[in-house]
């Protein structure tokens, strides 16, 4: 019998640490299998974040580093600029990236700096116990937001990749979701021209993954996935931001 | 004859130092007094084919010079005290993760904003490491523009070595001033300019198993091995790389220590000193961590007193007092906020001292 589904190269045969139905598990996975199928394991350089990811180097199998909290980007753009044929990219949550790593993000992509940014996007701090995040939806209730976000108090969502996007070195950012198997396919494609796209030399990229985190947002998985759908994708719809 | 000598400013030959280390790749941010050195790798770094970043800030200066670390290159940034204290985080990172990389500081006045004139008041967060966790970076000091080549050459060699980051701490004034450089005499092969092998660095998992860089290390245990192996490591560099420079050391009554611009004052004073007959000595440290301790402790014996001379108000005769315990009694003499000491001043001082 041929065998049709099998655990990438580019991921290691770990378990990992990440709670039921959190997508993490599903993007580190999507990126291995990306990395195999451009066969780029051997010169692949990712960068873990500060938060949940922190321990992506265990479960990726090629070269990985860990940067300082948001200074994600600032250290993938030391290792391309010494490296310019490797892939370099950068695995980061929504709040490296979008509240203590907002100028580490907006320069590197205005830079037009050829690394790949994978963002996950799943509406809270899971590592520190599900604070507000810049990305948190307006009344959803955080540790941190007990009667839930306030517009007035605590401002509305962060639209990073819609901020990105008016930035002349950014060259493609699409919005994805990991809820539903549809959408992990087009995120799989997402991933990939990304990659593609800094293999090319084009400039920056990033992929917004909207992923679920049900411990922190208080839902069973299957809730999680509904939620996104009907709640999430009001304040962050999918598709190509910019690179149309 | 053919010159060797070229006249060049502090911060200049800073930046020609790393060159000649094999440094390709800067980070930094403006900040005064040391843009001469960002503007130098700027140009320098162009002509080579290396690498020039204008950072968005001093965090993001230090955290690819991280990167460019991690990637096997010789990396390097500046900037000067209250920009250093932002490097600070990426600096215990560099330190955490075991990687080599130079910063140069060339300090001013503060605390806070502070001024932009010649200080040493950043001696506590240069030698204690500076950052979070337990952790030393090792601190050159130099007096001269000369001294700013050959040690901002060395620190990449003994940052390579062991793995750590180098600090250069410079000042203002040496920044600032202009003296004539012989580059011949630097580029002459030293510690600074030997190639380590890099088989850490993240270059792609070619024909090897995969690596990684990180600092953090939750195992039971694991964090604390790291921390004993970071100590052996200090030791090591505790009895192979202390670097001073001493005069009369042995044979004095009273001993002047300073470092940097105050130790290139204190020069200036023993000589006077000793063309008048008086039992004065100097020793000026150039290495301040690890800080030549024995030779002080030594020349203690003799001594009847000790005068510590800084851009302060009093940091390193910390480290005086440590390594002569009751030995012999300190004087200091000290400005604070961006206040250079004058010669005049302190030789009043030492005739005091001498003749009472």
Redesign the interface.
């Known amino acids: 019998m041929d065998k049709v589904f099998t655990r990438p190269n580019s991921l290691r045969d770990a378990e990992t640490h990440y709670c039921a139905g959190c997508g993490h598990g599903i993007v580190h996975r999507l990126v291995a299998e990306v990395i195999d199928e451009m066969g780029l ?5 990712g ?2 974040p500060v938060g949940c990811a ?2 992506a ?1 265990d479960y ?9 909290h948001g ?1 994600t980007p ?10 310019p044929d ?1 892939l370099v990219f950068t695995y980061q949550g929504d709040g490296d990236l979008a509240a203590i790593g907002t ?2 993000t ?2 590197a992509a205005n ?1 037009g700096e050829d690394i790949s940014i994978i963002f996950v996007n799943n509406g809270v701090y899971g590592m520190t116990g599900g604070q507000m995040a810049p990305t948190t939806l307006l009344e959803q209730k955080t540790a941190t937001t007990p009667t839930g976000r306030d517009l007035k108090r605590d401002g509305a969502p962060l639209k990073i990749s819609e901020m990105l996007a008016v930035l002349d070195g950014a060259v493609y950012i699409e919005r994805t979701s990991v809820h539903s198997p549809a959408g992990v396919n087009k995120t799989k494609k997402a991933i990939e021209r990304s990659f593609q796209t800094q293999m090319d030399k084009k400039g920056f990229s990033m992929v917004e993954i909207i992923s679920p985190c049900p411990t922190y947002w208080g839902l069973t998985p299957r809730e999680s996935l509904k939620w996104i759908e009907e709640r999430i994708f009001k304040t962050y719809p999918l598709g190509v931001i910019k690179g149309k | 004859m053919k010159r060797d000598r070229i006249l060049m400013c502090g911060n200049e030959a800073c930046g020609e130092g790393a060159v000649i280390a094999g440094c390709r790749f800067y980070a930094g941010y403006p900040i005064t007094p040391q843009n001469e050195l960002t503007a130098y790798m700027a140009k320098r770094m162009l002509e080579l084919g290396g690498t020039f970043i204008q950072a968005e800030s001093e965090l993001a200066a230090i955290n690819m010079v991280f990167g460019a670390s991690v990637a096997g290159a010789r990396a390097m940034t500046s900037s000067s005290s209250p920009g250093i204290s932002l490097k600070q985080e990426g600096i215990s990172y560099i330190a955490g993760c075991g990687l080599p990389a130079v910063i140069v500081n060339v300090m001013r006045g503060g605390p806070g904003l502070g001024n932009i004139a010649p200080s040493q008041a950043d001696y506590f967060q240069a030698t204690r490491g500076g950052g979070h966790g337990d952790y030393r970076t090792i601190v050159l000091a130099p007096a001269s523009v000369q001294e700013v080549v050959e040690l901002t050459r060395d620190a990449f060699g003994l940052a390579d070595e062991y793995r750590m980051p180098v600090m250069v701490l410079s000042d203002g004034m040496l920044g600032q001033m202009m003296e004539p450089v012989d580059l011949v005499a630097a580029n002459k092969a030293e510690v600074g300019k030997r190639s380590v092998e890099k088989p850490w660095a993240l270059t792609g998992c070619k024909d090897r198993e995969p690596n990684m860089i990180r600092s953090l290390l939750l195992k039971s245990g694991a964090l604390e091995d790291w921390n004993n192996e970071l100590q052996a490591r200090y030791k090591t560099i505790e009895e192979k790389e202390v670097r001073y420079e001493a005069l009369h050391e042995d044979e004095s009554d009273l001993i002047i220590i300073g470092y940097g611009t105050c130790g290139r004052i204190a020069k200036s004073c023993v000589e006077r000193a000793r063309d008048e007959g008086l039992s004065v000595g100097m020793i000026r440290p150039i290495t301040l961590w690890p800080f030549p301790k024995d030779i002080v402790r030594k020349a203690a014996e003799k001594a009847k007193a000790i005068l510590v001379v800084e851009m302060s108000s009093g940091q390193m005769i910390e480290d005086v007092q440590l390594a002569i315990g009751e030995r012999c009694k300190i004087e200091f003499y000290g400005r604070p906020g961006g206040a250079v000491p004058e010669e005049d001043v302190i030789f009043e001082k030492i005739r005091t001292l001498v003749s009472g």
Do not use: C, P, S
């Open positions: 394991r051997e010169r692949t350089i960068i873990a922190v321990l180097y990726w199998n090629f070269d990985v580093t860990e940067a300082a200074r600032a250290v993938a753009t030391g290792i391309k600029r010494v490296l490797r100028a580490e907006v320069h830079r």
